[in-house]
């Protein structure tokens, strides 16, 4: 399968500067720093900003300054390629199109009063007010004309808070009674512990441009987290690109509308904004939209942000900027045009700064004229945009068309007032039919192991190579190994199981998509997904040659971020749901990082949104002597997270289990998030490696026996590399009266499994529980209260760490004493 390229840069090499005439020069210094004298704020408090460069006077300077200084202020010299500044210079330069005002009012009328109604009707409720930013409401439908003329048939839309009813109605062209049911009592009972607030929920809608042609909207659900919807609005738009056999990223159109102290302050912004490009996450480019109110909440920029415009983020790429003031709506809608058009010429991101005010404080509950007064003082004189903009067209008879909305909206509100049913505003599309989310049930069971004729087969393409490719040595010998392993002459580790599992997958038509850093080659070295040729760095996949008609597989090096790229795989597995998708933590401790994605989305997005999600987080974990930093992929907040089987957590202690694992996320049509704590010195350790037979068992085990021991007298249970040190220490021991039993799955809590394991050792007094990590953190708090309701009359008793603030020791050594106390202690302990 074809890693799809990098999306070529401008072509053209025309050189853009004729001869230095007078012209140039002047016309020049407007391009450059023309945005900082332009008229950009309605209310006039960001005043223009003189440079001295256009201190000049002369023949060029009234028509440059008339261009680059009016209501339009547009960064664009920092672009390297010239065909791409020339492309936007000639655009601003040329002839300006005509404006359907008549239909920009209309829009204008609707977006305000359709707050006005909400603001009588619903007193006190808060709202989020698009009031002082309407033109977004013209804005956003230009750029959905401009896209359905080029081909677009979805747009993918991520927002936060501010206006989105009004998107919701005039955009997604949601009936208005259905965004006011949202502000009706319904019956509490029916989202008892679950749902979320109005102005969170997805939507889908109809958007019919002006030649007929339908665009399909999708507004993206949205957590409180201010930006944390942009990587997965990023992600899902991949998602249906790829889904949908690469269009070349023409039909799927992604579009976020930021906040202007949230697109300065987040760094989730940045870091969605630095895969722009890249091959594994480029989406043919983004329409970012700031709906820049010159505030957050009571906070005003210069509190906000240290460039003069929070846009300015973006200026470290090749990425226009185009300063608009919000209140010439004619402007702001030739610039849409402007920005969707570049987005389709060039494929890569644009942004567009709509610049206005905000009508009301912060929510309508809240009281603006405490904090900022004199700014309140002239927003309460200041008239709404479309009485500012009919008198500006010279429309007489506004009055009317103003009745007669009020009028609409006031009928939907009647309407929505006697709903007895909240209607559901979006449509779920029709590839998650097949697939489940809400309890776990038995029947979602299949098998997931494979004959070993099947394993050979897979074996063969997965450790070969073209016959000119000149391989590293090392690489050699590694496939030669992993080629043993597949025949059944030596253990499998977990690399090779790995690549079977993903082998066999791509093979049954499943596509694979992995990535995180450094996951191509793996943070172990023990992946080697993409084979390198050592004279000319040609690459080669094995996993793309499985067969003739396999899925895709992608596995890529990630950008050095786990917010921005967990949230893209997040996305792209709500639009993908028949593809294993994979995130991979460098180690464990990272997805802290990436806290808001989690806790957000992964976590709870079927409780609040019904949406269902079947990615896998690969975590390695474990205590290696390595310092407080690389040992613990914190265990304990997934398990505290974890309710109402929202998503799996699980630790594989060896190869197999890791194959079957992987194995039955895919084939299982239950769609959960699965959290993996993954090995590290485990990865090629012997004890963790396994017969090739264990590949043929059908399933997974939840719980991992132990059928050595007979007539056991102490049983120990566990997860992970612990397991294997119990082992070890039991046999240096000479003792064949413990038992050492894994928790392979801790979440959901396989009760039955463990339940057939403590009866196999009837005999057994002591339960202990034994893990590596200190007492406040791993699975200890969630796994003593469910053993010791199963375990009867027996005392279950348990064995750790001390509680720490840290994780773990900084010495290498001092981890080894603990360690070998946690061992004796284990086969020790009465409790006492
Ligand atoms: C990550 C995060 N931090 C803080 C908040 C609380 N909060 C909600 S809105 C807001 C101000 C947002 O300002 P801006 O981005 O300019 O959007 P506006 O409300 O002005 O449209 C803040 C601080 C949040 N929702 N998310
Ligand atoms: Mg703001």
């Known amino acids: 399968m074809a890693i799809r390229s990098k999306i070529a840069p401008g072509t053209s090499t025309a050189v853009m500067d004729p001869p230095n005439g007078e012209r140039e020069r002047v016309f020049d210094a407007f391009r450059r720093w023309g945005y900082l004298e332009a008229d950009l704020d309605p209310l006039g408090f960001l005043r223009p900003l003189p440079h001295p460069d256009l201190q000049i006077d002369g023949e060029f300077t009234q028509e440059a300054r008339r261009i680059y200084c009016g209501t339009v202020g547009v960064e664009f010299m920092h672009i390297t390629d010239p065909a791409r500044r020339r492309w936007i210079q000639e655009r601003l330069e040329g002839p300006q199109a005509t404006i359907d005002q008549q239909r920009a009012l209309d829009l204008l009328i609707r977006a305000d009063l359709f707050e006005q109604v909400l603001q009588q009707r619903y007193l006190g409720n808060k709202r989020f007010s698009l009031e002082g930013v309407t033109a977004l409401i013209p804005l956003l439908d230009e750029i959905l004309d401009a896209a359905g003329q080029q081909g677009a048939v979805e747009l993918v839309m991520g927002m936060s808070h501010r206006g989105r009813l009004n998107v919701l109605v005039q955009v997604a062209r949601r009936a208005p009674e259905e965004v006011f049911a949202g502000f009706e009592d319904v019956d509490p009972r029916s989202v008892l512990g679950s749902g979320d607030v109005k102005y969170h929920m997805g939507a889908t809608g109809?958007?019919?441009?002006?030649s007929g042609a339908k665009v399909h909207i999708h507004l993206v659900s949205n957590p409180s987290h201010l930006e944390a919807v942009d990587p997965v609005t990023i992600g899902r738009t991949r998602a249906k690109d790829d889904r949908a056999g690469n269009t070349g990223s023409k039909k799927y159109l992604p579009l976020l509308v930021h906040g202007d102290a949230a697109f300065a302050g987040q760094g989730i912004v940045a870091e969605t904004l630095n895969y722009a490009d890249l091959p594994g996450y480029t989406v043919g480019g983004t329409v970012h939209i700031i709906a820049n109110n010159l505030i957050g909440f009571t906070t005003v920029p210069r509190e906000s942000h240290s460039s003069r415009f929070s846009a300015q983020l973006v200026r470290r790429q090749s990425v226009p900027i185009f300063h608009v003031n919000g209140e010439d709506v004619d402007a702001v809608i030739r610039v849409g045009r402007i920005a969707l058009d570049y987005r389709y010429t060039f494929g890569t991101d644009v942004v567009v700064d709509l610049i206005g005010y905000r009508r009301h404080g912060h929510s309508e509950v809240d009281d603006p004229t405490i904090t900022q007064p004199l700014l309140y003082k002239a927003i309460k004189e200041h008239p709404p945009l479309?009485?500012?903009?009919?008198?500006?067209?010279?429309?007489?008879?506004?009055?009317?068309?103003?009745?007669?909305?009020?009028?609409?909206?006031?009928?939907?509100?009647?309407?929505?007032?006697?709903?007895?049913?909240?209607?559901?505003?979006?449509?779920?599309?029709?590839?998650?039919?097949?697939?489940?989310?809400?309890?776990?049930?038995?029947?979602?069971?299949?098998?997931?192991g494979l004959s070993a004729e099947q394993l050979r087969e897979i074996t063969e393409p997965l450790t070969t190579y073209p016959q000119d490719f000149h391989i590293h040595p090392k690489v050699k010998k590694l496939l030669e190994q992993r080629a043993e392993m597949g025949n059944g002459k030596r253990p499998v580790d977990y690399g090779m199981a790995e690549a079977l599992a993903f082998g066999s997958l791509v093979k049954a038509g499943v596509p694979v998509r992995l990535s995180g850093q450094d996951s191509r080659r793996g943070t172990f070295n023990q992946r080697h997904s993409v084979l390198l040729d050592i004279e000319n760095e040609q690459e080669y996949v094995p996993l793309q040659h499985v067969s003739a008609e396999q899925a895709r597989c992608e596995i890529y090096n990630s950008t050095l971020s786990e917010a921005g790229v967990l949230g893209f795989e997040y996305g792209y597995s709500r639009d993908y749901p028949e593809a294993l998708v994979l995130w991979e933590a460098q180690f464990g401790d990272f997805v802290n990082v990436a806290q808001a994605v989690i806790d957000q989305f992964i976590s709870a997005g079927e409780d609040k949104w019904n949406l269902l999600s079947g990615l896998v987080l690969l975590l390695p974990h474990g205590y290696e002597g390595q310092g407080p930093e690389h040992s613990s992929a914190r265990i304990e907040r997934f398990l505290q997270l974890a309710a109402r089987d929202n998503f799996q957590i699980c630790q594989p202690s060896n190869a197999a289990q890791y194959f079957h694992l992987l194995r039955r996320q895919a084939l299982r049509h239950w769609r959960k998030p699965l959290i993996v704590f993954t090995p590290k010195s485990m990865l090629r350790h012997p004890d963790a490696a396994s017969p090739i037979e264990a590949f043929t068992h059908p399933h997974f085990l939840n719980v991992l026996p132990d059928t050595e021991i007979t007539n056991a007298r102490r049983i120990l249970l566990c997860t992970g590399k612990i397991g294997h040190e119990l082992r070890d220490e039991r046999k240096k021991r000479k003792d064949n009266s413990t038992a050492i039993a894994f928790l392979e799955q801790m979440y959901p809590f396989p009760e039955a499994e463990l339940v057939k394991e403590l009866e196999r050792h009837s005999t057994a007094r002591d339960i202990v529980w034994v893990q590596e990590e200190p007492a406040n953190m791993g699975a200890m708090f969630y796994v003593?209260?469910?053993?010791?309701?199963?375990?009867?009359?027996?005392?279950?008793?348990?064995?750790?760490?001390?509680?720490?603030?840290?994780?773990?020791?900084?010495?290498?050594?001092?981890?080894?004493?603990?360690?070998?106390?946690?061992?004796?202690?284990?086969?020790?302990t009465n409790g006492k």
């Not at 309701?789 to 010495?811: D, F, N, Q």
């Open 784 to 828: 003593l209260p469910r053993l010791r309701h199963i375990a009867g009359e027996r005392p279950v008793l348990s064995v750790k760490r001390s509680a720490s603030a840290s994780p773990s020791t900084g010495s290498a050594k001092a981890h080894e004493m603990e360690q070998n106390t946690l061992l004796s202690l284990a086969f020790s």
């Open 206 to 210: 109809e958007y019919l441009t002006r």
């Open 386 to 448: 479309w009485e500012i903009y009919s008198e500006d067209i010279g429309v007489e008879d506004v009055k009317t068309q103003v009745q007669t909305i009020r009028a609409e909206l006031e009928d939907a509100q009647k309407i929505a007032s006697s709903m007895t049913k909240k209607p559901t505003l979006r449509d779920l599309p029709a590839y998650w039919n097949d697939y489940k989310g809400g309890r776990y049930k038995p029947e979602y069971e299949v098998e997931t």
